[in-house]
């Protein structure tokens, strides 16, 4: 019986020639298996793949990314199915997706960072939420692509061509990359936060972050994807919808309008300083 990872190889040849697939779905699928691929069930047996095993499975980014590569595993399998590789699909349960409307503040960001020790969960935390960049994007960060005196992330790739972006260094961001560009011995190239995995990088910090969060008291809803929820709805009180686009990599303005929330400490006033209508008696 073939690994997952041997099956891949004509699993993502089928995606990429499949007529029936649209360029939407390739992608996905791709996204699916890179993500995947770093795990260890790429290792496991087709017919060795059971939900008790997914079920302690860690991704980068939040529920809905680790949903990306869920889905890809429930295709791939029904894929070998159909090719007579396997007999059944495992029913495969999909992680609970919390509304992008939950957002974590900068001082619920400061009260975990206080409780992780020093080194890369904390850095890419911290850069994370002063930024708005995606988790993946900030684990895969690289020194060729940061323009220090502009301040500036020029990010290379992403899903999306909206993804490929110049993102701002806003406070502490900045500060952090020279620390640790410095601690590096000023390289000009290579990882930002290298690390042991296959692809170079580290691709999580679910655990510090995890463990963090419970010092801290807060809720499990607030997981490390509402740190960009919570970037963005900063963004989203000094910018234009259009702006927020280009700083998060939306590709949709509908995504953007998410983030946009009336400021509500002073609208009774402002509704009171609103003339009334004229009667027509008069």
């Not at 791709?30 to 087709?46: E, P, Y």
């Not at 503040?105 to 409780?115: A, F, V, Y």
């Not at 895969?140 to 290379?156: A, D, G, H, L």
């Not at 994807?225 to 919570?230: L, P, V």
Request: glycine residues 6%.
């Amino acid at each position: 019986m073939v690994t997952l990872k041997e099956f891949a190889v004509q699993f993502t040849d089928w995606v990429d020639h499949s007529h029936s697939l649209e360029k939407k779905t390739r992608a996905y699928y791709r996204h699916g298996w890179n993500l995947l691929s770093a795990t260890r069930v790429s290792d496991a047996k087709l017919d060795g793949i059971k939900n008790r095993d997914l079920d302690t499975l860690s991704f980068p980014g939040g529920a809905a990314n680790a949903n990306t590569a869920l889905r890809t595993l429930r295709r791939m399998l029904a894929h070998a199915q159909e090719l007579d590789l396997i007999e059944q699909v495992p029913k495969i349960k999909l992680r609970k997706e919390w509304p992008r409307s939950i957002a974590m503040t900068r001082e619920q960001c400061d009260l975990i960072i206080m409780r992780m020790p020093a080194g890369d969960p904390r850095d890419a935390l911290s850069i994370l939420r002063a930024t708005g960049m995606r988790p993946s994007e900030v684990f895969s960060m690289r020194w060729e692509y940061v323009r220090r005196e502009e301040k500036i992330y020029q990010n290379p790739k992403g899903k999306s061509k909206a993804a490929r972006r110049a993102i701002p260094l806003l406070d502490p961001a900045s500060g952090i990359l020279a620390l640790r560009h410095c601690a590096a011995g000023f390289p000009e190239s290579g990882w930002v936060f290298a690390g042991k995995s296959s692809c170079g990088h580290i691709v999580t910090i679910h655990k510090a972050f995890t463990r963090a969060r419970t010092l801290a008291g807060l809720p499990k809803e607030l997981v490390l994807y509402t740190a960009r929820h919570g970037a963005a709805t900063d963004l989203a009180a000094v910018l234009s919808t259009k702006e927020v686009m280009n700083v998060l990599g939306h590709s949709d303005a509908a995504t953007a309008m998410r983030y946009q929330h009336p400021e509500t400490a002073n609208l009774q006033a402002r509704l009171d300083q609103i003339p009334p209508p004229k009667s027509k008696l008069q």
